[in-house]
């Protein structure tokens, strides 16, 4: 058990100061559905933490502004909020799609969608949709400031790029007007569950044909990632369950390609060919 | 027939579905759970566990975890004259049996603290061979785990059916079928993990621990067994339970052990409260059992040969697997009338969490085998299961396994009646020729029967205690404990029943072992039926004695107030001889039943009762008769009586993902009497969702006997969101046995459950699932990944 020093900001400027004096002992406390778990678990990642940075009354973190191309969304907004948001429904309802099957509701009211993506699991939920969207975080620590595409921060289960002084300040991404999504996620039981598997699709069509998807599978690669080979496939091509089968196959072998044959391999190859096609059938609105 | 209903009822307070005697205080949250309770100078107690499966403490030293400013006291297995409590499991021990066994306990002033302490304790351990599956257990020259069990085979708790001849059975038969099943170990998961807190009673300096327990007097015994004193010595007062469903018992009383020894370390009250972790590290888990069956049928669909082999694995210590297997083998040959059994049970050592008791005892992995065995052997012989069953189950002056003639047998009236009410004929078919490749439904069935209370197992005595007030209330005690399951709501409803009295004037306070004896453990679904009989002699006892009290307090002297008050002339009862015996009491009146309009309320007899020096109060004992089976063959009486049930479950099941969702479940249950249907409701709804969990997706993991899935977000228990559709029937049946003529209902309700699902998975793919549960990968591979 840890004694921990518990400090509160009411400014980004702040809290950026706070990153800094206590870089590598200091952890951004973002809802706290996962640190606190983790912190009673004595996980070995959060032995150095002697600080814990409760984000929760930082305004510019919360909140979702959409403008003429850029949906923004501040790290600090819970997925309850995503989730009901009018903007992301319209919008990205994949996404609100995604952050109403986290957890439960108290989890929902609490975790947030910034701590959802910087905690690192390959099974967050709002991860496919924001890999599919392309979204972007933007990073500041006290004197620098950087974007990264969000698949790009991933190192790997628990694992992230930033830096030990950095906050994620908000996750943006180009407005996708036109497009229709879908997310489906595969867990042991209908709340309370880690996804096993999910699917993230968003398509256009344009007259009759496919002009543009992108399809993210979660919890299949060691980071999040589109399945490029299975999208080119599809574009130009009309919408039919036997195309988005073979979609399915396609990112069941992109599985196999990067992470070799595993243990659960077997199950997982079956099943999220099943979530892919699925997925696309649902965003191209056709019937099962 | 279904429910008669209170309209139809004869009864005045029970049969009706009157409010919980502890609701009140439980939903505004007066109720007081073990964890709730803070004592001045109070220590928290913790242990620190082996982690490992099989192992010796070469060395341990707890000097630096003592050096800690806050921590009292670190204890060890040299510490004790008696490591080993009197129920064969370890306090503590320097020989670890599995990764639960404690080698140290602790008292601070903090959890904080105990963490720290925990941290400090030096260890050094030797590991040595384990075993972990029945095979490698039973394996030639396996390592051994108890001396006194060479081949690891628990000798006492072997039991075994030999009925009719097996062999000329099959002889007969036209098809002969044999399966393996398998079922996995299963959690509680009770809400409260263990809570426990001991101290000396300030009055008296008597040790005193306060739990929230199945079976007081058992753990009280843990408390003197700890202490090395006399029973009378120690003293144990139940908590409001959170759930217990057979988990509260030998691993709540090590608790228990542990903390008073560590309140006598350090002569300061310690509680211990377990973590959720904790808790599924220590508690004891369901039985998985392998269960292979070999049966002969006739082509007109008689089973005329059953031959079974039911092997549990019990863990590291003999926890109750000697008291469950006969239940087991009574019921190893389903709810059906079969003439040529041969059976054998028999549970295993390896070096796993213990198994114990959880609800159902045994049932809920041999219906999950059997149910799904008799749907098979129909369709070996093309037969309609419904039908198969309707030929050998269970019916009026059958007998079951044991050989003994059953009555009162309602079995295919509630299957009937089940089958009818969910169409479930109609839908198996046209589910059975579904071709869609996406998603399927299914629909499944599976009957019970179940030996009423603890049988032949152990005596079914019970002691109940009545005291009436000089205001009209009374007070009410019982050796059985409410558990959640609503015993005390029951018990005041039959005292108030017999007695006479309003329910209202009952109070039923929480058991204290000080105050009553020793009645064995709240178990076996066996409150109801048989405990409760106890308090129904005490209250008749008790009516009688109030009568007598009215008599001789000159209450019915007087035929001039009688008659007036009846507008009778009083020459029509003028000379009559008023007797206790011609009075009755009801509705908290004392009157005459040819002269009611005269009467005398309870509490004024009461109240004239007090100031006369009249005895207001009794206590009584019962013991049901004797139920005798012969070891060798399990021919005899094995249980008073037996409760039927048939459970009705409809999926749909993703073929492509594996994922079963339970769309609804239709149970009926023969209750003999329901006294009170709106807790027995809430059983059966509890029950369909336990045995629910159990089929699709719970399963406590274990890698070389260490528990992989510690807590909730791993062991998959269902949420609100997945519970099904429910339709309960209860039915109602002439059975004498019981108090009241009532049956057992808490195990009942969750045995036949997860059979149920198996057989609509079944119908759903076409693909049996013959290792519980169905989860993912079982579903959709037909195998566990891991």
Known sequence: ??????????????????????????????????????????????????????????????????????????????????????????????????ASLVGSPQIRNKGTVGGNICNGSPAADTLSPF??????????????????????????????????????????????????????KLGRRKALAISRLNAAVAMKLENGLIADVRITPGCVFGTPDRVEKAEQHLLGKAPSLELFKEAGQLVSEEMIARTGIRWSTEYKKPSIEALVERALMQAAKIEG | MPLYGEKQSRFNTINRSKPRLDGFDKVTGRARFGADFHLPGMLYGGVLRSGRSSARVVKIDTSKALAIPGVWAVLTAKDLDKPVAWSWFCYMTDQVRYA??????IAAESKELIWRAQQAIEVEYEDLPGVYTLEE????????????????????????????????????????????????????????????????????????????????????NYIADALGVKIADVRFRQATVGGSFGGKEESTGLTVGRAAMLARATGRPVKMVLSREDSMLQSAKRHPFKLRYRAGVTKDGKIVAWEGTQIDNSGAYNCQTQFMNPRANTHSAGAYDIDNISTDTYGVYTNNIFSGAFRGYSSPQLLFGQEQFIDELAEAIGMDEVEFRRINCLKDGGRNATGSVLNNVILQEVMDYTVEQTDYQKKRALYKAQTD??????????????????????????????????????????????VGQGLKTAFAQIAAETLGIPYEEIRF????????????????????????????????????????????????????????????????????????????????????????????????????????????????????????????????????????????????????????????????HDVGTAINPSLISGQIYGGIVMGQGYGVTEEVEISKGRVRNQNFDEYIIPTALDMPEMQVNIFECDAGEGTYGSKSIGEPATEAVAAAIANAVYNATGKRVRENPASLERVLLGKALR
């Open chain 1, 1 to 98: 058990m840890q004694d921990l020093h518990y400090l509160r900001p009411d400014s980004l400027d702040v809290a950026l100061d706070l990153m800094d004096r206590y870089a590598g002992r200091i952890a951004p406390y973002a809802g706290g559905t996962d640190l606190m778990v983790q912190l009673r678990e004595h996980a070995k990642k959060l032995a150095h933490v002697e600080y814990v940075l409760d984000l929760g009354h930082v305004e510019e973190l919360c909140g979702i502004t959409l403008s003429d191309t850029v949906i923004r969304i501040g790290p600090m907004t819970t997925h309850t909020q995503v989730s009901t948001s009018p903007v992301i429904l319209e919008h990205a309802a994949f996404l609100a799609e995604a």
């Open chain 1, 131 to 184: 890999v599919a969207l392309n979204a972007r975080l933007c990073i500041r620590s006290k004197n620098a400031e950087r974007t990264v595409p969000v698949k790009e921060i991933y190192l790997g289960a628990g694992k992230v790029t930033l830096g030990p002084d950095e906050l994620v300040t908000a996750i943006e991404f180009d407005r996708i007007d036109g497009y229709s999504t879908a997310f489906l």
């Open chain 2, 100 to 105: 639960g066994d404690v080698v140290a306990i």
């Open chain 2, 137 to 220: 257990a039973l394996a030639e020259g396996a390592p051994v785990i108890h001396e006194k069990h060479p081949k690891n085979i628990m000798e006492d708790s072997r039991y075994s059916i030999r009925k009719g001849d097996v062999e000329e059975g099959f002889r007969k038969a036209d098809v002969i079928l044999e399966r393996e099943y398998v079922t996995q170990y299963a959690e509680h998961a009770y809400i409260e993990p263990e809570a426990v807190i001991a101290y000396e009673d300030p009055l008296d300096g008597v040790m005193t621990v306060i739990a929230p327990v199945q079976n007081p007097f058992f753990t009280r």
């Open chain 2, 437 to 482: 490749t996406e998603k399927r439904r299914g629909i499944g069935m599976a009957i019970s029967h179940r030996g009423c209370g603890l049988g032949a197992e152990s005596p079914d005595a019970s002691a109940a205690m009545i005291i009436a007030q000089m205001d009209g209330s009374v007070i009410i005690n019982s050796g059985l404990a409410e």
């Open chain 2, 509 to 668: 306070p929480n058991t204290d072992t000080h105050n009553i004896q020793d009645s064995g453990i709240t178990a076996a679904s066996r409150g109801t039926v048989m405990g409760s009989q106890s308090m129904k002699r005490a209250a008749e006892k008790l009516n009688l004695i109030m009568r007598q009290n009215a008599i001789e307090l000159h209450m019915f002297a007087n035929p001039n107030d009688i008659a007036g008050a009846n507008g009778i002339p009083v020459e029509q009862i003028q000379g009559l001889p008023f007797t206790a015996e011609m009075l009755t009491i009801q509705d908290g009146f004392v009157f005459h039943p040819d002269y009611p309009a005269y009467r005398i309320p309870f509490s004024i007899v009461c109240k004239a009762s007090k100031w006369t020096g009249k005895q207001m109060s009794c206590m009584e004992w019962f013991i049901p008769e004797s139920c005798i089976q012969d070891h060798a063959t399990g021919q005899g009486t094995a249980f008073p009586n037996y409760a039927y049930c048939c459970v009705i479950a409809e999926v749909e099941v993703d073929l492509r993902t594996g994922y079963v969702d339970v769309k609804n479940v239709t149970a009926s």
